[in-house]
């Protein structure tokens, strides 16, 4: 083969490889968002289950925060898993008049909003920023307690 001259076995081998590679690089840009999307909601995931097991499992910090003092961990548990203290509810939903604080207290970042409600739809406590925009990500946990003896539903979503 003269100088300066490339075979065509060669060119084809390149043309091939180069369109492989800019084949997987736009297939894995197209993908990111998707990731990205998935990543962002397995966080509320998790979150909506951190906040719905604070509640429903955790008497707080002190145990009898509801009494009044400083309340360092947020907790509505009486005692027993599912059981919820109606004192410690009641209170809380004092304390959400001022959001901000409450979220303090709860240490997730994102915004959240916790409802109880009987199933009759009768809502007991709604934890919740006065402003909730419309354009946020959602992720919704329904889980159900005991309240004075009745059943309720604990609604948790977590905003990003």
Known sequence: MPK?????????SVAIFAITITYVATASINKLP??????NINQ??????????????????????????SVQRLG???????ELNSLKVSKLNTMCSDYESVKSIVKIENVWMLEISKLDGTIITNCKPSIVSN???EFVLNRYASLNGDIVKVEVRVMK
């Not at 289950?49 to 003092?69: A, C, M, N, T, V």
């Not at 509505?76 to 599912?82: E, R």
């Open 4 to 12: 300066g001259q490339l075979q065509i076995e060669f060119i084809i």
């Open 34 to 39: 998707y990731l990205h999307n998935e990543a």
């Open 44 to 69: 509320m995931a998790m979150q909506s289950l951190q906040i719905s097991e604070l509640f429903l499992f955790d008497e707080g910090y002190p145990e009898d925060w509801d009494r009044g003092g």
């Open 135 to 137: 354009v946020y990500n």
């Open 76 to 82: 509505l548990s009486s005692g027993n898993d599912y």
